[in-house]
T-cell receptor
């Protein structure tokens, strides 16, 4: 089974701190994604990556950055955490070949609280 | 841009009753369709998917969804729900070569 693992289930950070959220997948997927989930807003795409060292902005990239130095690892960075970044963060990976498309596999989520 | 609508934000239903969760998407271009389920404080799990072929797809736990191209819909149904089906359900579409687009979710509450 594909496994997507996020390093923390729950995090509490102070305003202004630099926060790292780590995500690792074990199925050699090219594509990796970071979403945030807020009540009533569904999933919103922050950043995504289709390859190592490659990154693309999603719908709400402000206040975030990412790093993908290895294929299996995709890190989300909050440069200076703010209270409006309190949310559930979900990492996902997927594999897309020219012959078809495969679903996204999600990690268990990190619930971040910024105080 | 592609968008996904889930008209019902919350659906309460009694145990053993049938349920339908509605999903509509905006574009008639070729898309792949998914339903995901999320239990409290967990990530999303794939429930079922439509890639091609038969328009009716089924999951292992009794859910089914039907792809209707003319109505751009992919409604999720179950003939008899259980307490354990209480969760949030997300419809997602993915045009080939583009990113996933998720609906806002429907919270299904199964009442005893």
């Amino acid at each position: 089974d594909v496994k997507v693992t996020q390093s923390s289930r729950y995090l509490v950070k102070r305003t202004g701190e630099k926060v790292f959220l780590e995500c690792v997948q074990d199925m050699d997927h090219e594509n990796m994604f970071w979403y945030r989930q807020d009540p009533g807003l569904g999933l919103r795409l922050i950043y995504f990556s289709y390859d190592v060292k490659m990154k693309e902005k999603g719908d709400i990239p402000e206040g975030y950055s990412v790093s993908r130095e290895k294929k299996e690892r995709f890190s989300l960075i909050l440069e200076s955490a703010s209270t409006n970044q309190t949310s559930m963060y979900l990492c996902a990976s997927s594999l897309e070949k020219w012959t078809g498309v495969f679903e996204a596999f999600f990690g268990q989520g990190t619930r971040l609280t910024v105080v | 841009a592609q968008s996904v609508t889930q008209l019902d934000s919350q659906v309460p239903v009694f145990e053993e009753a049938p349920v339908e969760l509605r999903c509509n998407y905006s574009s008639s271009v070729s898309v792949y369709l998914f339903w995901y389920v999320q239990y409290p404080n967990q990530g999303l799990q794939l429930l079922l998917k439509y890639l091609s072929g038969s328009t009716l797809v089924e999951s292992i736990n009794g859910f089914e969804a039907e792809f209707n191209k003319s109505q751009t819909s992919f409604h999720l149904r179950k003939p008899s729900v259980h307490i354990s089906d209480t969760a949030e359900y997300f419809c997602a579409v993915k045009p080939y070569g583009q990113n996933f687009v998720f609906g806002p979710g429907t919270r299904l509450s199964v009442l005893p």
